[in-house]
């Protein structure tokens, strides 16, 4: 429902009653529109991403914009923030900030947040460098490299810190380094059980004794894991457990500090992150990570470079079978694609590489329900009829009941539980998984 605006003019060009300049520290959050959408249109190649959108939104108003995948709700977010300049309309903030004649940075120091859709991160950095690049948003490369904080800048990072410290680290992060794994008081198999037999017939990933710390904050502890061949295992447990980590430690994108992992037999742990894929191991991160510059086409063909010739050009044909949209999307940009498109593009890259091992991380993470199930489908149809092996971190547990046939439930960086899907109780979903 869109709530007209009280003293906003609707019509012809822009005669918004004229109001003192306004910062985020003055806003009035209570009384009046506060953002003003009115006749946007936005084409990509002549395809209408938005169509004439008007939009009214109340101070102190909590608006949730809801659509399929493809909707616009993205762009709509561009145009607000700067990020995309609309072929027609008007955007005003707060009566009479014209949000077109702004940069981003200049929208955002008016006092409009965002928090996209992919959370686009430092890696490398700190977190408190992460939010400091948030105070230079203004400056260009060099004076942000040469910047110093003002002490009221670090007392409201801190002042950040302190609401998210609290999520930072498990606890029990300043144990002992090497404590022993398995507990074995749920009756599940614990992995000091399980995971210590050797390598025993019919595993295809192998992973025994995994530490792996962060600087001094040890992530994963002595963690053991088997995924059967032809198997679809599925790594579950809250937000910031290790399942990521664990699946960067596999393809060699993070160091460990011992232990060993093995695929097929096969020490990989040993070898350099670019030999891992060319071993059959296909792996889809966490937030898609496509390059949204580029188009489909150009994404999917940068995988050929680990599979050329003949079978490259067939897993490329095969991936645009398996998802049909992006053959008709093949030259829009990766960036453009909606969320749901973008995870198929990333499925899809993977698949190029011909694996006989494929590992998602959180496949259906933001993405509406049907694609939600047809993903779920696409790894159904990879594990039972193309017979690949599957590593899967899914938190969304209808789905993961529906497609995997194994479990392994990560606590603070320890294996906690393992079995059959179907042993996944109540018990344990209420113990590790509900927040
Ligand atoms: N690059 C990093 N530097 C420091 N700590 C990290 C980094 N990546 C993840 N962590 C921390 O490691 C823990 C496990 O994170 P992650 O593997 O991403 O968890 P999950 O995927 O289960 O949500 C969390 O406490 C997280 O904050
Ligand atoms: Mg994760």
Known sequence: MNVAPTDVTRTGTHTAPVAAETTAETLDVLHGSILYLEGITVSFDGFRALNDLSLYIERGELRCIIGPNGAGKSTMMDVVTGKIRPDAGQALFDRNVDLLSLSEPEIAK????????????????????????????????????????????????????DGVRALDRPPGHRAPRRPCAGRGRHGYRTERSEGHRGLSRGVMLNLRGLNQYYGESHTLWDLALEVPRGSCTCLIGRNGVGKTTTLKCIMGLLPLQDGEIRLDGTLLSTQPAESRARLGIGYVPQGREIFPRLTVDENLRLALAVNRGEGGRRAYQRVLDTFPVLRQMLRRRGGDLSGGQQQQLAIGRALIVEPTFLILDEPTEGIQPNIVHEIGDTIVRLNREVGMTVLLVEQKLPLARRVADRFYVLDKGRAVASGAMSELDDALVRRYLTV
């Open 110 to 161: 008016a006092g409009i947040g965002r928090k996209f859709q992919k959370p686009t991160l430092f890696e490398q950095l700190p977190v408190f460098v992460n939010l400091e690049l948030a105070m230079h948003a203004d400056k260009g490369v060099w004076a942000t490299l040469f910047a110093r904080l003002s002490s009221e800048q670090r007392d409201r990072i801190d002042a950040v810190l």
